[in-house]
């Protein structure tokens, strides 16, 4: 990137903030008389015009004004970031009286993706923790009636409930079964249960357990267990995603495959990624801005913030690592 002098920085930050409050091109009279610039529009317009040279701006049409370049958000955000918003750090200190009042880790989850939608206007992700290797911890039997809940503990934030027919004859079972099922457990940590050395008194209530834990990860094979997603209808609000076809694609890469999206190969976890630096072509027109958080078993998530190039960078930034800082602190 190029060094720019003090007055050259002062006009890339302008434009790019005309830019996203207004989506519109700007001229430097105008630069002049929203900012305050102790010069005169001609010494602006010399600014934008070695700014478009550098390749930072860009003039859409040859009468209009000048926007922001993807090299230029990509100067910006490295150098020129001004502090985040007062909803940024309103958020923060939300954040810190946030406490595991919830029933369950996806409600912690929804809610925080859906502060950092309203919050931003762009499309939030927040994925669930995925540890190197899932394997059961616990697993608990309770009959209710002629069903069967099985609780199972996955890791120290994941748990999971299945809901079972109970046959008559295998209710007496239980008791015993979830003794052996934990013995295993603990004989033989992260390993599978071997069921082939299941007592032959247990068959009956064994064989409707092995079958159905076996269906749960059918179900929820390795991280296929997504992320949570909110604000479409925000993104849908952009003016660069006013045509479906424009947003069809990010809509499918987030219903399909959302890791792909957070987690390309090669890529830092954590940053901001504008434009073509997105290796996924569903994101060429897209700026992202990403974070990690890790849970107390070593467990990784990741908090993300999806929308078009021209977005207000400082608190998208600030709001996703306070989610993810909050996430580490809570999960730990």
Known sequence: MPHLSRRHQQVLQATVQHYV???EPVGSRTLVQRFGFQTSPATVRSAMGALEQQGLLVQPHTSAGRIPSQRGYRLYVDSL???????????????LGLSLRWAALDDLLLHLA????????????????????????????VPSG????????????????????LPPAAAPELLPLERWVMDQLSLHPGQPIPWNALPPQLQRSGWLLREALRSHRMARPGDA???????????????????????RPLVQLVEEDPHLLLQPDGRPSEGVWIGAENPHPALQDCALVQATY??????????????PMRMAYATARAAVRSVAASLQRLLS
């Open 21 to 23: 409050d207004t989506v």
């Open 81 to 95: 970031l001004p502090p985040p918003g007062a909803g940024a750090l309103q958020l923060e200190q939300e954040l």
């Open 114 to 141: 859906r502060r950092l939608a309203d919050l931003t206007g762009l499309l939030s992700l927040i994925t669930r923790p995925q540890g190197d290797r899932s394997a059961l911890q616990a697993v608990r039997l």
């Open 146 to 165: 002629d069903r069967l809940l099985v609780f199972l503990v996955e890791n120290a934030v994941m748990t999971s409930c299945l809901n079972l027919h």
């Open 225 to 247: 267990d997504g992320a949570l997603a909110l604000g479409l209808g925000g993104l849908l609000g952009q003016p660069e995603f006013s045509r479906t076809a424009t947003l």
């Open 294 to 307: 890790r849970t107390g078993d070593g467990s990784q998530g990741h908090v993300a913030l999806v929308g």
